[in-house]
């Protein structure tokens, strides 16, 4: 409140507090985070980088724990018969709908719900981990490695070839097929040594046959790895279905044949519906 008025004083009117009670709360809150949030000036209060960083994951967070209690009360509504997908934007729940569709008039009782999330290190590690308590299902990329990294299993709908991205800019972006010769003196963006075997098998051959490929570390997908990708000029080893992730960038083939798993993750102790939901999958894939 005191960042959309301005001031403390029409925070306090806005709040039906005292002004004191506001400014003690802000200074309170800047003392505890080490951060300023807040320039004083003679015309008012203007947030400070720091500030307008928090003010936004605040609305978000603050959105978000709204958006939960009207999914419980739907939940509680609606019964046990709701399949909570989760979906970012590197793991879009449009696949698995599109896959579900196929037998939905077969199993009319249960019901889709989207749970957005946002793609971050630690998310990435709680969601999937406690896959059953807020979120049921995920779709995304895996391999045996990754489900025991992140405590999850997995059910393969198909399998992804493995491609890069580049910027609509990038001298590369006019062809349709790369080659690795294509790549030769580019850094190439792919995820650490030990997230998928099958990643591995692609950075051994690459560092084996095509060392002029300058192959760069990063730790988690995320939009600012796919902005970073866009910016820098650099290429970025994507899955072939991420081609609506990032509208700046192309997803183009690679001559290689390698591939990676794409499907539902889910918990290792499923419940019962979600393990309907997943029969019902494995259908729509016959």
């Known amino acids: 409140m005191v960042a959309d008025l301005g001031s403390f004083n029409k925070a306090a009117e806005a709040l039906y507090i005292t002004p004191p009670a506001v400014t003690k709360q802000i200074n309170l809150l800047e003392k505890d985070l080490g951060l300023t949030l807040f320039i004083r000036t003679h015309r008012g209060l203007l947030l400070t980088e720091a500030g307008k960083s928090l003010y936004k994951d605040a609305k978000y967070v603050i959105q978000y724990c709204k958006d939960s209690v009207e999914r419980a009360r739907k939940a509680m509504e609606e019964k046990d018969n709701i399949i909570r997908i989760g979906t970012s934007p590197m793991t879009p729940a449009a696949?698995?709908?599109?896959?579900?569709?196929?037998?939905?008039?077969?199993?009319?009782?249960?019901?889709?719900?989207?749970?957005?999330?946002?793609?971050?290190?630690?998310?990435?590690?709680?969601?999937?981990?406690?896959?059953?308590?807020?979120?049921d299902v995920v779709g995304g990329i895996f391999d045996e490695t990754m489900l025991a990294l992140r405590q999850c299993a997995g059910l393969e709908l198909s399998r992804q070839r493995i491609c890069c991205a580049v910027s609509l800019n990038h001298r590369l972006a006019g062809k349709d097929l790369l080659t690795y010769e294509d790549l030769y003196g580019e850094n190439f963006l792919m995820m650490h040594r030990g997230w998928s075997n099958y990643v591995d098998e692609l950075r051994d051959d690459i560092w084996k046959n095509h060392p002029q490929i300058h192959v760069v570390d990063f730790d988690i997908y995320s939009l600012e790895i796919f902005n970073q990708c866009e910016n820098s000029n650099d290429v970025l080893m994507a899955a072939e279905n991420w081609k609506d992730v990032h509208p700046l960038l192309k997803i183009i083939p690679v001559e290689w044949k390698y591939t990676i798993p794409y499907g539902i993750l889910y918990s290792q102790k499923p419940s019962d519906l979600v393990k309907r939901f997943l029969k019902a999958m494995k259908k729509a894939r016959q």
């Open 95 to 135: 696949p698995l709908v599109q896959e579900w569709s196929k037998v939905q008039k077969s199993y009319p009782d249960i019901k889709l719900q989207m749970i957005p999330y946002m793609n971050s290190q630690e998310n990435a590690r709680e969601i999937l981990k406690n896959l059953g308590t807020n979120i």
